[in-house]
Structures are given as structure tokens and as C-alpha cells.
């Protein structure tokens, strides 16, 4: 495999009204769709998308969103062959309310994906991919995949999200070592380095051991800071439709690139037009196809030279 993906295996109950309800105030559904979600899923059926081979580690319930969220993965042409499948669990899922606006409202429930743990890693999986990507997945299964991965030559990314970042620098001594790349937005840089300074902020977590940042900042961009100095690439102008699952095309979009010899910078541009596409389509998966994303920015006027 070129990718391994570690993290959460959910279900997506996407619903779209034209305003959300209010204390004893109903709102008309005009759309229901259900759908396989989890940062793990997204960015693993995302890197397939996107030319590459990929395999997701993870755990889901035998009940029917586990089955419903595996199916759909594997129609994506991921491999979901070392998937844990608890008895009696349940799967989590994601209730996604859309608006006409294009606001969204989550409620979510983790169900057994929280429960993967260490001795359930598939470690020989890791070891025959090319990257490792580790996203909002506890922090002792986490360390344990990036360990793995770096004592066997891979390239890794990890993305641990807001319930993660709230429990600050600290938590993390034990991981930053391990991780090439930290993708955070701007809000979860806050909440994990106690700093609204960003410059500070990447000092804390360079300190820490991780040595190259990402900040995506939604509309205005991203920014890198790191062993290539500092990049910061725009945000594309699209028509966005849904928002859910754009930092994970656009980590998706960032390593994949790495992986066909993009630089830095590079890189990131692609990230930005990968995650840019993704907002255009209803869902949390990426929809668009590596020649999409090349024709996307080839129409903005940038040629790539890693393609």
C-alpha cells in the first residue's frame, strides 16, 4: 500500500432542511443520505481518489452502520481487510444538519471507534505503506501507529482534531517525536499550545519535537512553518456547499502529493485545490479524481511539475 490511514470509521446521517429547528419548532427535511464518515475513512477513500493505494485501520460495530460505513469504503477501492469488528458494539456515527445557508449542526457519537487500541493495531500494515496518517484517534493507539511507522522508514501525518488539541502541548511530548507533519486549523493550534500567537505556537510545538506545522485557516489559507522555512498559500474562491471533511481532503490533498515528489510548497497548493473541490459536493468524502484536481489548478494558471 502507498497509504495507511488509523483513526475513525463512523456513519454519516447527512440531513439537509432550510432551517434548523428551534425548542418545540419543526423543520422541513428536504434530503436524507447516509454515508461512511470518520477522519480515517475520509482521508484513506480521499488518497484513492487521488492515485493511490490505501488501507484504513479502525474499528466499527457488527450492527448495520458498521456494515453499511465498510461496504461503502471498500466500493471506494480502499482496503478494509484489517478492520476490527467488536460483537456487540456500535458503530458511531455523525447526524449532520445542512441548512439552506450552508451552516452546519453536528452531533456525534464515537461509539467502539474509541475503544481501538494498541494490541489491535495492524502493525504489518503499517509497515508496508509509504505514509501513515493519523487522525483524531486516541493518543496511546496514536503514539503506537506513529512509532511503528517511523521505526519502519514511513512518512507521517497527524491531524488530531479539537477533542484532542483541548488536551494541550503536554499530552503530546510523547507523540511530536514521531510525527513529520501536525495539520491543525487555527482554533485547535489555539487550544493546544495556550497561545493565540501563531509564530508562538509553532515555537511550542517545534519544541515539543514535531518540526513542520500546518495551519488550515478555512477562506484565508493555510500556512507552513518548519524545516523549509515559512509557506502560505490562499484559499480558492468556490461556491461551497458543505464544509465537512475539507481538512481532511486537504491532508489527504498534502501527503499524496509528498508522495508523488511534490515540495512543500507544492504540496500544499495541491492540498488547497483538493480541499477547495471537496466543498462543492454534499458529503464528507472527496469526489473529484486526481485528474480533477490537476485540471482545477491548471485552469488557475499553476503547472505542476510533479505530475
Known amino acids: 500500500m502507498d497509504v495507511v490511514t488509523v483513526g475513525h470509521i463512523l ?40 492515485g493511490k493505494r490505501a488501507v484504513v485501520l479502525g474499528k466499527v460495530g457488527m450492527d448495520d452502520f458498521g456494515k453499511l460505513a465498510l461496504e461503502s469504503i471498500m466500493r471506494e477501492g480502499v482496503d478494509i481487510s484489517s478492520v476490527k469488528i467488536k460483537v456487540g458494539g456500535r458503530t458511531g456515527f455523525t447526524l449532520v444538519i445542512i441548512n439552506a445557508n450552508g451552516d452546519i449542526i453536528m452531533y456525534g457519537y464515537k461509539g467502539v471507534a474509541e475503544e481501538y487500541s494498541p494490541e489491535e493495531l495492524d502493525k504489518n500494515a503499517i509497515k508496508g505503506a ?32 479539537r477533542r484532542l488539541s483541548k488536551l494541550g502541548i503536554s499530552a503530546f511530548n510523547e507523540i511530536m517525536p514521531y510525527t513529520d507533519y501536525l495539520l491543525l486549523n487555527i482554533k485547535e493550534l489555539e487550544m493546544l499550545t ?7 505556537g509553532f515555537e511550542k510545538i517545534s519544541e515539543a519535537g514535531c518540526k513542520n506545522v500546518i495551519v488550515k485557516m478555512g477562506g484565508r489559507g493555510a500556512i507552513y512553518k518548519g524545516e523549509e522555512g515559512e509557506i502560505r498559500v490562499k484559499a480558492f474562491k468556490v461556491s ?8 481532511d481532503a486537504f491532508a489527504s490533498g498534502f501527503f499524496v502529493a509528498l508522495l508523488y515528489g511534490a515540495s512543500v510548497e507544492e504540496a500544499l497548493l495541491f492540498a488547497s485545490a483538493t480541499a477547495a473541490l471537496k466543498v ?6 472527496l469526489k473529484h479524481r486526481l485528474e480533477d484536481v490537476i485540471k482545477f489548478l491548471e485552469d488557475r494558471g499553476y503547472k505542476l511539475s510533479f505530475i
Open 280 to 285: 462543492t459536493t454534499l458529503g464528507a468524502q
Open 240 to 247: 461551497a456547499i458543505d464544509t465537512t471533511g475539507a481538512g
Open 194 to 200: 495556550g497561545t493565540t500567537d501563531i509564530s508562538r
Open 11 to 50: 456513519t454519516d446521517i447527512r440531513i439537509r432542511t432550510d432551517e434548523f429547528a428551534t425548542p418545540d419548532k419543526e423543520s422541513r427535511v428536504i434530503e436524507m443520505k447516509y454515508g461512511p464518515g470518520g477522519s480515517a475513512a475520509n482521508s484513506a477513500i480521499a488518497s484513492v481518489k487521488l
Open 130 to 161: 509509504k505514509h501513515l496518517h493519523v487522525a483524531s484517534l486516541r493518543l496511546d493507539t496514536a503514539k503506537s501507529a506513529l512509532e511503528v511507522a517511523k521505526d519502519s522508514g514511513l512518512m507521517t501525518t497527524f491531524d488530531p482534531g
